[in-house]
């Protein structure tokens, strides 16, 4: 499973959105070198009031820019780093991703998937309405929540729009992807 890298953002401050770069550097073990969710430790600032000794399992948020077509379609203007996202992805099925897949971006760069990103009350502010169209539920019942992957950095490098995405899915049985 391949894909693309379109988009990289990152915000050194807490802001919703994320400013789109030429390129971001991933730190190993941090996330995003410069960008405010960086760390060993959690950096979402509903899980550093609950415990903030929690390990980061969100370093660097991944959203499929096929997401932004659907959410056109709807009536929404999102563009890359609008909800927030590190890497926009293209051709990669990041939601049916397993936890534990790698992403090997670039020549360097190794992600290791974590699990999803819970959308929050925040997408409303930033467009009301757009937290409707982001969660639902599939024909079982099951929430299925389309903002993305959470993942930390396994190897550094520098990442960039162009960059090829090729995923190592995990061996034995594959868990499907939780919110982290």
Request: proline share 5%; glycine share 12%.
């Amino acid at each position: 499973m391949n894909g693309m890298v379109t988009a990289v953002s990152s915000n050194s401050e807490y802001s919703f959105t994320k400013t789109n770069r030429e390129r971001i550097t991933l730190l190993a073990g941090l996330g995003v070198e410069g960008d405010v969710h960086a760390g060993v430790t959690v950096k979402h600032r509903s899980r550093v009031a609950q415990d903030p000794t929690q390990p980061n399992l969100r370093q660097v948020h991944l959203i499929h820019e096929e997401l932004f077509a659907e959410l056109s379609a709807q009536g929404f203007q999102v563009a890359p780093g609008g909800l927030g996202e590190n890497i926009t992805t293209r051709g990669i099925d990041l939601l049916g991703l397993p936890v534990g897949t790698l992403l090997r971006i670039g020549d360097d760069a190794v992600l290791e998937v974590t699990g999803l990103r819970n959308p929050c009350v925040q997408i409303d502010k930033f467009q009301e309405g757009l937290l409707k169209q982001v969660v639902g539920r599939d024909e079982a019942g099951n929430i299925v929540r389309k903002t993305g992957i959470m993942s930390i950095v396994r190897q550094g490098g520098p990442v960039r729009a162009g960059n090829t995405i090729k995923a190592e899915l995990p061996s034995g049985p594959h868990l499907p992807l939780e919110r982290v």
